[in-house]
């Protein structure tokens, strides 16, 4: 249902589709009406904070939240050099990264970069 915005978003801000997938389902199983206890929002689980920064209105649009994700995995990745880390920096932000460069040991992030890796590398596969 997805796959025509998460391909338009991954090659508009170059960044691997089926990375975007990983996370799109390790961040909310695909549910665009999705919210976590700690205030996340929409499909790709943005914070408020983090939705205003990349002028994504409403984070509960799909196809807007998609691109909205691809630029700041873009920006992720250009600022970290790899996909762990920037994963590391979406979920726990980009300050604990940077602080230690390395993947914060947060356990709810440690369990969640595996996790997206898991299934990017099941749709890499199956793509």
């Known amino acids: 249902q997805y796959g025509n915005p998460i391909l338009r978003s991954a090659a508009r801000w170059g ?3 089926a990375l975007m997938a990983g996370q799109l389902m390790a961040e ?3 549910d665009p009406s999705a919210g ?3 205030g996340a929002q929409g499909i790709a689980q943005f914070m408020p904070s983090t939705a205003a920064a990349y002028g994504l209105e409403n984070p509960y649009d799909p196809v807007a939240a998609i691109d909205a994700q691809g630029h700041l995995m873009s920006d992720l990745l250009r600022q970290f050099g790899s996909p762990e880390l920037a994963l590391a920096a979406y979920y726990a932000a980009p300050a604990p990264v940077e602080a230690c460069h390395c993947i914060p040991p947060y356990p709810e992030t440690r369990k969640y970069v ?3 890796l898991e299934y990017y590398e099941q749709y890499r596969r199956s793509h």
């Open 15 to 17: 960044v691997p589709a």
């Open 28 to 30: 909310s199983g695909f």
């Open 36 to 38: 976590s206890p700690a």
């Open 114 to 116: 595996p996790r997206v």
